[in-house]
């Protein structure tokens, strides 16, 4: 008997290091159908852009698993949970017994239904094989059309460009990173882009992707009629959970498996975390899916502990995102983007620097940062722990806004006792 | 207009040293340091005033303050200070004002007075090995005590009055809430504590929070009467009427108004941002029936608990007017001298009056005792002790302890800058600015003087078993361990001193 | 375990801190060479907030559930055995998440080397270089 985890990434760490900060014993088995040990997804871009080198991806030490009493499976695929027998079983057709199974199995990029998408050189980016692979055709690349201008589309392709190939992102909404930066922020970063010489085609998307007699992509057709040539193509348009498996073996899913405040899924001892659930989301109290890192980590905590036996409560994941393009950094937190009429915005911008902080019944619920960030933690903190803000308001929007501007007696609990 | 005085220190900072760190920019409330647009710091000489903050918080020690005292024509009496003082008042039309004690080149007979020690006949005594007693009681004694025998036991059968114990003859002097930070207060008040000994409030009364303090507290009464209410009272060990002050004798005290905020206000109990004007005399008190009449009005009111001490500088007069106190009723004389310090002083009253507190006590107690009334009064004595020598010298004079101000205030950081009277303490000492005053840490400040005191007692102790003498009462007016050397026969006669050389009697 | 705390009412704001802080992450740890000759410069990891006469330096709390160890998206931040959270500047490829997330605004950025810096609680000494060089004992070093 043992602690399963299907996946093994952030939100498998996360429950690893949890559970075994309560229970030192029972064994853990992490099975993932990709064949590394524990890496850093987001660093594929860097990776690709040559910055970051193959053997400075893992996201922990080489002998975590090993300290950890972990057992990974990797390279091996989970077709089917058992809840019953209380198992799971592989590709292999190999089945495994569980005391308390995790699912972290991550998403899936998602490529809609258009011509030519089985052609050759049309990609996704979301792995490190995906990576390895675009490295290997880069000779052969010259122009490459990125679909989709979200944070994995745009990393693509900066790290394209840093090794030399044309770029041209397309994207169907009227700005980049629409989902999480408004009109303001979103031409910042546009430009930076722009001045760096990647294009960028908004208001618009493919329709059609073309390719030539060997079944490799030569080019693509635009909704506008527009066509562009190219050797590759990447699609990042989105990611959606990868549940289907959870699904078909009875776990209750929505867009994400569905889970309560322990991270428990419908079926008894089956948790779930990180970018496969559809979890509560901390300021709208709602369930949605919220596929970045920190919350991934932190469900997968939750979970491990929860697993272990020891009651945590998950109250709720806040988003955030950080991402710097072309040397501009652009943080977002909250409802950075959000538009209701019971929010008040203050915002101030300079050259390319921008500060924008959103209020709701004089609490911080949303804030975008461009150019200037430095401690933006401190509004990410206001959110998280939603205070009332009167008495600093007037600062909020101040490059230097610190600790001073805080009520004294709150500035003094926070300094002299840790979080 | 341009200002003719001329500056008189020159500040140099080592470029290939400093690392533009603005910290000398920031600790200088005179402004003298400043950083321009591109981050470079400069310095403004005329601004400075040696103070010394700057030079001691630099972490590269890049800087140095140097005397740059201009140079004028050859003329003893048209000296460069005569004449910045003319060139300030010629620009101000005021009354010239300084802080500390007097600086001038008077003697210091201090240093004219030589320790004895023994050697061979009367065997010296190892203070690490043997007890070495400093403990000192400062009160009234009795002319006479009667003692009883109770079972083959003597007990004590006379009333005493009361009695301040000191573990070490050093006393904090009084300098007052108002002119001295909070953070001064309570350096002193626990390092009382710590030390066994006692700290004064002057006449700024007691801040709220050293009430705790109390039983190490000697509380002041003077002519502004500040602060002083019943509560304050019983929270003292000891109450002080202060007639006068060394530093300005004859004249009152004035705390600008710029220093009154709200805690000054509330203990000295006047509205914040009013000057607190202390008259020169008592408007009570013009002759010793009056003063007699105080003393025992303040011995009623705290139920003859407490002793009564009061303060007076030392002037021409000071040995009968010391006979006077002891007769009023006083338990304790306090004799500051010309060179105690001060807050704030006008420049030619501090310089030019009164006279030094080593012919003061030697006056004093020569008096107190031919007039056999010595026992009724202790006497503490101020201005000026530098050291532990300074202090033995003046229990071997006749002192039963001392007063110590400014070299408390220089254990605190004091650079004896004299800006006092500004409230810009760079130091956070003399200053209420708070921004200035978080410059002292009380915990640093309490550490700094029990350090000081302790060190200085080790040092009395050794020299007391040097003289083959086991307790500070042996040396108590015991001037035959002290020789004179280089004073005229006159000094040597007011000192009650022989000279160098000459054998014991 | 071991935390570094300020008292407010006596920081002085001086910046001293910031100075030895500076001078204890550089390459040399000569205070002068440190600031004026080392490229790119070492960066101070505590930070004095300043509103007269209000002052007081923030570093690293090292949080018991430190949210930057969370968030970090490389692995380079970590909590380790005795509970200090220390930074790898090696994996560390300034992504900045730790800036957002810290709610104490700790973790600095370091744009010469895109990389952040972060209080490390100065492993080479007994006490803090900002604890022990404060001149007026507004940073102590103790258990809470
Ligand atoms: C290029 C890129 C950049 C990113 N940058 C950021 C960023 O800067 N900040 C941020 O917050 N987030 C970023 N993200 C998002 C972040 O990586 C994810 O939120 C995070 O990886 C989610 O972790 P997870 O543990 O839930 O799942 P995943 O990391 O998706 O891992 C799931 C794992 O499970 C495996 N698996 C799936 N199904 C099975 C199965 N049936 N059997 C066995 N194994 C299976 C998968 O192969 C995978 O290894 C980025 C993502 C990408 C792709
Ligand atoms: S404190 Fe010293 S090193 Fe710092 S700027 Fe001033 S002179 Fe230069
Ligand atoms: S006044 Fe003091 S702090 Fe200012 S420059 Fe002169 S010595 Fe330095
Ligand atoms: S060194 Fe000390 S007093 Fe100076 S700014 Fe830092 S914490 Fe404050
Ligand atoms: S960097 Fe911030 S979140 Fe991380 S341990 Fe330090 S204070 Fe806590």
Redesign the interface.
């Known amino acids: 008997m043992s602690y399963v985890i299907i996946g093994n990434s952030v939100a498998a760490v996360g429950a690893i290091e949890a559970i075994r900060r309560i229970d030192k014993e029972m064994p853990i088995t992490v099975i993932s159908d990709e064949p590394y040990a524990v890496y850093s997804r987001p660093l594929i871009s860097e990776l690709l852009a040559g910055q970051v080198k193959q053997e400075m991806m893992g996201y922990r030490s080489p002998d975590f698993y090993e300290r950890h009493g972990v057992e990974a499976k990797l390279g091996t695929r989970v077709v089917s949970i058992d809840p019953k027998k209380k198992t799971v079983k592989t590709e292999a057709g190999e089945s495994i017994g569980y005391n308390k199974l995790l699912i972290a199995t991550g998403g899936t990029p998602f490529v809609p239904p258009m011509k030519g998408r089985e052609l050759g050189r049309v990609m996704t980016f979301i792995k490190m094989d995906d990576a390895k692979r675009i490295e290997e055709m880069l000779p052969e690349l010259k122009h490459v059309v990125v679909i989709g201008a979200g944070l994995i589309g745009l990393k693509a392709a900066e790290s394209l460009h840093h090794r030399g190939v044309k770029v041209t992102v397309v994207e169907l909404a009227n700005r980049v990173m629409a989902t999480v930066l408004d009109v303001e922020a979103g031409k910042v970063v546009q430009d930076a882009l722009e001045n760096a010489g990647v294009d960028i085609v908004t208001g618009d998307t493919v329709d059609e992707i073309l390719g030539d007699t060997a079944g490799l992509v030569n080019g693509i057709k635009m909704q506008s009629g527009e066509a562009l040539d190219c050797d590759a193509v990447i699609v990042a348009i989105g990611v959606v959970p990868n549940a289907a498996f959870a699904k078909a073996s009875g776990v209750e899913v929505n867009r994400g498996i569905i889970t309560d405040d322990h991270m428990r899924t419908n079926l008894p001892d089956v948790y779930a975390a990180g970018d496969v659930t559809e979890g509560l989301d901390y300021l709208s109290g709602d369930n949605r899916v919220m596929p970045i890192w920190p919350n991934a980590y932190i469900q997968g905590k939750i979970a491990g502990f929860n697993m272990a036996g020891e009651d945590r409560e998950f109250t709720g994941g806040l988003a955030v995102n950080s991402i710097e393009l072309f040397g501009v950094p652009v943080v977002t937190a909250g409802m950075s983007n959000v538009d209701s009429d019971d929010l008040e915005v203050l915002k101030k911008s300079a050259g390319y620097a921008y500060r924008k902080i959103v209020l709701r019944d004089n609490k911080v619920v949303g804030a975008v940062l461009v150019g200037n960030i430095d401690r933006a933690g401190l509004v990410t903190g206001l959110i998280r722990e939603q205070i009332d803000i009167s008495g600093m308001r007037e600062r909020l929007l101040a490059d230097d806004f610190g600790y001073i501007d805080f009520p004294v007696e709150l500035r003094k609990e926070r300094l002299g006792v840790a979080l | 207009m341009k200002t003719y005085q001329l500056p008189e220190v020159k500040i140099e900072r080592d470029k290939d040293r400093c690392i533009d760190c603005q910290v000398c920019v920031r600790q200088c409330a005179f402004e003298a340091h400043i950083v321009d647009e591109d981050g470079e710091v400069y310095s403004e000489d005329e601004k400075c005033v040696a103070c010394q903050r700057c030079v001691s918080l630099c972490p590269t020690n890049a800087l140095t303050i140097k005397d740059n005292k201009p140079f004028v024509k050859d003329n003893a009496n048209w000296t460069a200070e005569t004449q910045k003082y003319i060139w300030k008042q010629a620009e101000t039309g005021g009354v010239l004002l300084t802080g500390m004690g007097n600086p001038k080149p008077y003697p210091i007979y201090w240093d004219h007075m030589l320790l004895n020690a023994s050697q061979v006949t009367n065997p010296s005594i190892d203070p690490l090995r043997e007890p070495m007693e400093l403990r000192t009681y400062l009160g009234s004694k009795p002319d006479k005590i009667d003692i009883k025998m109770v079972d083959g036991e003597p007990v004590l059968n006379t009333k005493l009055a009361p009695q301040l114990m000191v573990k070490t003859p050093i006393l904090f002097s009084a300098m007052s809430f108002g002119a001295v930070s909070y953070s001064v207060c309570e350096g002193l008040a626990r390092a009382s504590k710590e030390l066994g000994t006692f700290w004064n409030t002057g006449e700024g009364g007691l801040p709220q929070n050293l009430y705790e303090y109390g039983p190490n507290t000697i509380v002041q009464v003077a002519s502004g009467r500040f602060g002083v209410h019943s509560e304050y009272l019983d929270a003292a060990a000891a109450i002080e009427i202060k007639i006068g002050q060394g530093a300005k004798p004859g004249i009152g005290g004035h705390l600008p108004g710029e220093k009154v905020g709200a805690e000054v206000s509330r203990t000295r109990m006047i509205p914040v941002g009013s000057d607190a004007i202390s008259p020169a005399p008592h408007h009570d008190i013009y002759s010793i029936e009056d003063l007699s009449q105080l003393i025992f009005s303040l011995k009623e009111a705290t139920e003859y608990t407490k002793p009564i001490s009061v303060k007076i500088s030392a002037v021409h007069n000071v040995a009968a007017i010391a006979s006077g106190i002891a007769r009023a009723g006083a338990d304790i004389i306090a004799i500051d001298g010309f060179r105690g310090g001060t807050g704030a002083a006008p420049t030619m009253i501090r310089d030019n009056v009164g006279i030094p507190i080593e012919l003061a006590i030697a006056a004093v107690d020569t008096r107190l005792r031919d007039e056999a009334i010595r026992n009724r009064v202790s006497v503490i004595a101020a201005g000026g002790f530098r050291n532990s020598a300074d202090v033995i010298k003046a229990i071997a004079l006749g002192a039963d302890a001392v007063y110590l101000g400014t070299a408390a205030l220089v254990a605190m950081g004091c650079h004896v800058c004299q800006m006092c009277y500004t409230g810009k303490c760079n130091w956070g000492i003399a200053t209420q600015d708070p921004y200035l005053e978080k410059r002292l840490n009380p915990d640093v400040a309490a550490e700094r003087l029990f350090n000081l005191v302790r060190g200085w007692s080790h040092e009395i102790a050794e020299m007391l078993g040097g003289m083959g003498l086991n307790a500070i009462e042996s040396l108590r007016g015991n001037r035959l361990h002290l020789r004179s050397i280089g004073l005229s026969t006159e000094e040597m006669d007011i000192l009650g001193l022989q000279a160098a050389g000459s054998p014991m009697a | 375990m071991k ?1 570094v ?12 801190c ?3 802080c500076l001078t204890e992450h550089s390459r040399s740890k000569n ?2 060479k440190a ?2 000759k080392e490229f790119p410069r070492a960066l101070s990891r505590v ?1 004095v ?6 002052s ?1 330096a ?1 570093q690293c ?5 430190p ?1 930057c160890v ?2 970090c ?3 380079a931040i970590t909590k380790d055995e005795s509970g200090k959270v220390v930074h790898d500047e ?2 560390c ?17 370091d744009l010469e080397r895109k990389k952040v810096a972060k209080c490390d609680l100065c492993p080479d000494r007994e006490t803090p270089a900002c604890v022990e ?1 404060c ?4 940073l102590v070093y103790e258990e ?1």
Do not use: S
């Open positions: 935390r705390y300020t008292k407010e009412e006596a920081c002085i704001g001086c910046r001293l910031e100075v030895h205070i002068i600031h004026k930070l907030e300043e509103l007269r006469p209000v007081f923030v709390r090292h949080c018991d559930e949210v969370e968030a998206i490389t692995g090696e994996k490829v300034g992504c900045w998440t730790c800036v957002l997330v810290c709610p104490h605004g700790a973790p600095r950025r060089m001149p007026n004992r507004a809470r």
